[in-house]
Nanobody
Framework: VQLQASGGGLVQAGGSLRLSCAAS????????MGWFRQAPGKEREFVAA????????AYADSVKGRFTISRDNALNTVYLQLSSLKPEDTALYYC?????????????????WGQGTQVTVSS
């Protein structure tokens, strides 16, 4: 099982980024996919999740209206579009996979994790 996150970088406040997470080694279309983030000295926190079909999504209140999660099952890839970025969005962003029907916001529920991609937002 492998989850390879990419697309992070340094961006000014108000800017945008698109994160990608390419999956392999499991049946991607059967899994809920989530994005989490972790800033230095803080716990890992939920950002967004999407169900197997892409028709159901969930977001943390802090990113609602600014971030959009999507997936392409043909490419085994999940995306996170980050817009209107703020300095407090600076963190290491992880993708994760969960086998189930819900959209859990808890890291412990997820079965597989990627290595993370760094997003840094300057003021």
């Amino acid at each position: 099982v492998q989850l390879q996150a990419s697309g992070g970088g340094l961006v000014q406040a108000g800017g945008s980024l698109r994160l990608s997470c390419a999956a392999s080694g499991f049946t991607f279309s059967r899994y809920v996919m989530g994005w989490f983030r972790q800033a230095p000295g803080k716990e890992r926190e939920f950002v967004a999740a999407i169900n197997w079909s892409g028709h159901s999504t969930a977001y943390a209140d802090s990113v609602k209206g600014r971030f959009t999660i999507s997936r392409d099952n043909a490419l085994n890839t999940v995306y996170l579009q980050l817009s209107s970025l703020k300095p407090e969005d600076t963190a290491l962003y992880y993708c994760a996979a969960y086998v189930g029907l819900q959209l859990p916001p808890y890291p412990a529920e997820y079965d597989h994790w990627g290595q993370g991609t760094q997003v840094t937002v300057s003021s």
